[in-house]
T-cell receptor, first 111, second 114 residues
Framework: AQRVTQPEKLLSVFKGAPVELKCNYS??????LFWYVQYSRQRLQLLLR??SRESIKGFTADLNKGETSFHLKKPFAQEEDSAMYYC?????????????FGKGTKLSVIP | DTEVTQTPKHLVMGMTNKKSLKCEQH?????MYWYKQKAKKPPELMFV???????INESVPSRFSPECPNSSLLNLHLHALQPEDSALYLC?????????????FGSGTRLTVV
């Protein structure tokens, strides 16, 4: 069975400090991982896909298959980064594809 | 149009009522999803439609009945709900059922069952 673990419920950092939101996964197949973000009073939206290897809003995430991790990083936090962040794993089994979410980490950037 | 639109935004219903939640997208996406999100919890998958056919039902009680009239619309019919069904109901869509390009979520319907 697949599982996504985000060990921190809440992460507080000062503006300008580096940010790392942790995500570990458990999956027997070839995983596809995503980060979704939910700003206050806004809809859940896709932030990053591991297969695209892109940087969005200064965030990057690298899939480490050896450590089964997909941590989200940003070198300098901004106040507008304060939000709820969900790591998600897309699994495939028996021809079906499902997106499994971690429990989320609330990032609070202190001015 | 790059959005998933859900109506209504808020709904209060009694346990004997029948109501429907609606979801619409015009991005040409061929997979659509219903998720349930309780406060401070991650979204939980309820149903998946792929090419207007139900492909996944995550053991959801029959008091929730999904319907996909066409490739742009997804409904969730509600009947005889319980107070514990109160939650944010999210609709999402993806280009296809693989979801490799990510999902686009609606803003949700906040449902309160009294």
């Amino acid at each position: 069975a697949q599982r996504v673990t985000q060990p921190e419920k809440l992460l507080s950092v000062f503006k300008g400090a580096p940010v790392e939101l942790k995500c570990n996964y458990s999956y027997s197949g070839s995983p596809e991982l995503f980060w979704y973000v939910q700003y206050s009073r806004q809809r859940l939206q896709l932030l990053l896909r591991h297969i695209s290897r892109e940087s969005i809003k200064g965030f990057t995430a690298d899939l480490n298959k050896g450590e089964t991790s997909f941590h989200l990083k940003k070198p300098f936090a901004q106040e507008e980064d304060s939000a709820m962040y969900y790591c998600a794993l897309r699994n495939s089994g028996a021809g079906s594809y499902q997106l499994t979410f971690g429990k989320g980490t609330k990032l609070s950037v202190i001015p | 149009d790059t959005e998933v639109t859900q109506t209504p935004k808020h709904l209060v219903m009694g346990m004997t009522n029948k109501k429907s939640l609606k979801c619409e997208q015009h991005m040409g996406h061929r997979a659509m999803y219903w998720y349930k999100q309780k406060a401070k919890k991650p979204p939980e998958l309820m149903f998946v439609y792929s090419y207007e056919k139900l492909s996944i039902n995550e053991s959801v009680p029959s008091r929730f009945s999904p319907e996909c009239p066409n490739s742009s619309l997804l409904n969730l019919h509600l009947h005889a709900l319980q107070p514990e069904d109160s939650a944010l109901y999210l609709c999402a869509s993806s280009q296809d059922r693989t979801g490799s390009y990510g999902y686009t979520f609606g803003s949700g319907t906040r449902l309160t069952v009294v």
